[in-house]
């Protein structure tokens, strides 16, 4: 059932019209991006009713609630920051999906005090993107900065917890960098996550790609990584390709 839920005065009702999801967003904290949208596309259907998921940074809960329909079971949103957790919480709510997911605001750090190890067969992140670094240029904003800068964790405790989550055989999926590339795929090795799927995500045609999408299997065999055709988001003249319209607005 659809729950009635208050908004504070800078936040808005957005929509993802393609999954007939209503995201409760706010340009001073928070608000989803392409990215988001586009990792939630790159994770693979699965029906099971018995299916556990968990998004990891899940922010105000877009990419968990963009999967909705495309897998079963249930959902574990974990974010550490308090204003977006409880966003996440009120989306939960506004689109009466209460019964499959719970919103859990702690650092990702000690997920296990909330979930059982080995326990999960999806687990879905878009993390900081960016080193934290003396030299780095922050947003002043302190949500934006630690959305985007790895502040409050890091790539290593990300993908250490992913891994310790997942059951064998189980699926992590990761939207990040390209400038980062040989640093995740060692990471993921050593954590047991085994790349499967890569696809490069370019902004226009004749750019470099400033997205990476992968998907790893734990404990996975050493072969078999597919690189996907690329997608490229926007034509020349500045709208979006059609398989992006698609991913927005359905088909």
Do not use: W
Request: glycine share 6%.
């Amino acid at each position: 059932m659809v729950e009635k839920v208050e908004l504070r005065a800078d936040e808005r009702i957005d929509q993802l019209a393609s999954q007939g999801i209503q995201i409760i967003q706010s340009n001073e904290v928070f608000a989803f991006s392409l990215d988001a949208v586009l990792l939630a596309d790159f994770v693979r259907p699965n029906h099971r009713h018995k299916l556990q998921t968990v998004d990891l940074c899940a922010g105000n809960g877009a990419i968990g609630l963009f999967l909705h329909n495309k897998l079963g079971g249930k959902f574990t949103e974990v974010e550490i920051q308090p204003r977006l957790a409880d966003m996440a919480k009120r989306s939960v709510e506004l689109n009466g999906l209460s019964d499959r997911y719970r919103v859990i605001n702690d650092d990702l750090a000690n997920v296990y005090s909330s979930l059982p190890k080995d326990s999960i067969d999806v687990v879905v992140c878009n993390p900081p993107y960016f080193a934290n670094r003396s030299t780095s240029v922050k947003n002043p904003n302190q949500y934006l900065a630690i959305a985007r800068h790895e502040i409050k964790t890091n790539l290593e405790t990300v993908l250490d917890r992913m891994s310790g989550l997942l059951k064998m055989n189980g699926h992590g999926y990761l939207v990040h960098r390209p400038d980062r590339l040989t640093e995740i795929l060692a990471k993921l090795i050593k954590h047991r996550l085994v790349p499967k799927r890569i696809r490069f995500i370019y902004p226009k045609p004749g750019q470099e790609a400033n997205m990476v999408l992968i998907d790893s299997k734990k404990d996975g065999k050493p072969a078999g990584l597919k690189v996907l055709e690329p997608l490229i988001v926007g034509t020349s003249d500045g709208d979006y390709t059609d398989e992006v319209k698609a991913m927005l607005n359905g088909k």
